[in-house]
């Protein structure tokens, strides 16, 4: 699974940064990820117009999210949790410019996500880490909507 993860996150990385707001090349030293992934320093690896790397960190149930023209692409790094997309979103507010969150999802799909595994949710699809047992971590790639 690992190969094909990076073939995907090269492929998406390199489709991002042709097109990116970005004028050099972005490095992000390890310790700046660890830190991410550990939930102590700003999830943000790279963010710009057209592209956006996160490391996130979670030791609890979130939210229910829509993003109308972002996808998202993630790899799990450690941990486990139940993930539930697709649906119906019920209850969501605006959060922002194309992000709804809150309320509730009916007649997603429910995953298990662990180590390794990824998931890729389109733009438009509600999303939620509904149970998350002792702490996850996790790349997320935000692709826009074309």
Avoid: C
Avoid at 32 to 55: F, H, P, R, S
Avoid at 82 to 93: D, R, W
Avoid at 109 to 130: E, N, Q
């Amino acid at each position: 699974m690992k190969p094909l993860f990076v073939l995907l996150l090269s492929l998406t990385g390199a489709a991002l940064l042709a097109g990116a707001d970005l004028k050099e090349v972005a490095y992000v030293p390890a310790a700046k990820v660890d830190a991410a992934l550990a939930g102590k320093a700003d999830i943000y690896l790279v963010k710009g117009d057209n592209v956006a790397a996160e490391g996130n960190y979670r030791d609890k149930a979130g939210n229910v999210e829509m993003h109308e023209k972002l996808t998202d692409v993630f790899y799990i790094t450690s941990g486990e949790a139940t993930f539930v997309a697709g649906g119906k979103l019920e209850g969501g507010q605006p959060s922002g410019p194309g992000q709804i969150r809150g309320g509730t999802i009916t007649g997603g799909t429910t995953y298990h996500l662990t180590k390794g595994d990824v998931i890729v949710i389109p733009a438009g699809i509600p999303h939620w880490f509904k149970e998350v047992p002792a702490a996850i971590s996790y790349y997320v790639v935000k692709v826009p909507k074309l």
